[in-house]
């Protein structure tokens, strides 16, 4: 068995295949994609891929993996990689659900309380040797405690935010595919549609999967709805927002400010411009970024890759049909 990891990790996590005799092909960057042209190349060898959200794997590509046997990506998302193709050619797509919330929940409300309260730019202000001393409106931001927190999608990352949410006594409203009435009676949390949501909130969470409908759920529309003391986060999928839009809004001062962890291209492009908001907050897509929670999904990615190349089912499977051929 030869697997394909585009990624560079630590040889450690990936003992269990070489314990197993196989042959591992190793992308030489941890930070940079492998290039296209060699990923078409590496595929068409490889029995296993271990790959990651930042790899499109598009038609061509799945299609050019004939001995593929399994493909397991490091994320819980996997709108980069067509499915449709993998159930046509039988293979298993695996993905590491759940061991990420918390890291991404805690991510959320510390990008939400940075953004509030300005915590990025009063830390440059010091470092930077460019602070004029108190003011008594200086680097003033957004109260949090008390504030009503709007989630749009309702899942095990969005029930994380609102138990953090919770903490500081923030009225709970959500718009989701389905109601979650067990966490309406446990967290006091309020089902309403989605411009009620945009109307009544301080704070509007985007946790929503990318998905045909959740298209740039959030437009021109959407963020005119919204406060002007209103403060939006996404950190779900870029293509859930019009990026455009959303630059209107912030530059315009439709809005008070937004905190970003994702983008349509990424890493976002020099001449983006976003780079040239101040009252927006960008990180570099680090919502799993914590220690623990990589490995761990480093983990169930090469389980996930062992089980199929041995013909057993995934830990987590995508793709649940290719079982049902």
Request: net charge negative; hydrophobic share 40%; glycine share 8%.
């Amino acid at each position: 068995m030869q697997i394909l990891v585009t990624r560079k990790v630590d040889e450690e996590y990936l003992q269990p295949f070489y314990q197993r005799g196989w042959q591992v092909e190793m992308w030489h960057e941890a930070d940079h994609p492998m290039p296209r042209t060699q990923l078409l190349e590496s595929i068409r060898h490889a029995d296993g891929l271990f790959t990651n959200l930042a790899d499109p794997l598009d038609q061509e590509i799945i299609a050019a993996g004939k001995k593929l046997k399994v493909i397991s990506t490091m994320a819980v998302g996997f709108d980069n990689i067509h499915i449709p193709t993998a159930i046509q050619m039988g293979i298993p797509v695996g993905y590491t659900p759940g061991v990420l919330t918390e890291a991404t929940a805690d991510l959320t409300f510390a990008l939400l309380m940075a953004t509030a309260r300005r915590i990025v730019e009063g830390a440059e202000v010091v470092r930077e040797k460019r602070w004029p001393g108190w003011g008594p409106f200086y680097l003033t931001g957004q109260p949090v405690y008390g504030r009503t927190i709007g989630i749009i999608g309702m899942g095990r990352i969005g029930e994380a935010v609102a138990r953090r949410a919770r903490g500081f006594q923030m009225p709970i409203l959500y718009h989701n595919r389905k109601r979650r009435v067990e966490l309406e009676h446990e967290l006091g949390a309020m089902y309403v549609g989605l411009e009620e949501l945009l109307s009544r909130s301080d704070y509007v969470v985007l946790l929503a999967p990318a998905t045909k409908e959740t298209y740039h759920l959030m437009g021109r529309d959407q963020f005119k709805l919204m406060k002007k003391s209103a403060i939006f986060i996404n950190v779900s999928r870029g293509q859930n927002v019009d990026e455009m839009a959303l630059y209107e809004a912030l530059a315009q001062h439709e809005i008070w400010a937004a905190g970003l962890d994702v983008y349509q291209e990424e890493p976002l492009p020099a001449d983006h411009p976003f780079r040239q908001l101040p009252n927006l907050l960008m990180l570099p897509h680090i919502g799993s970024a914590e220690i623990d929670t990589r490995e761990a999904m480093v983990k169930i990615t090469v389980e996930n890759i062992c089980r199929g190349l041995v013909g057993e089912p995934l830990l987590y499977t995508a793709n649940p049909q290719v079982y049902e051929r």
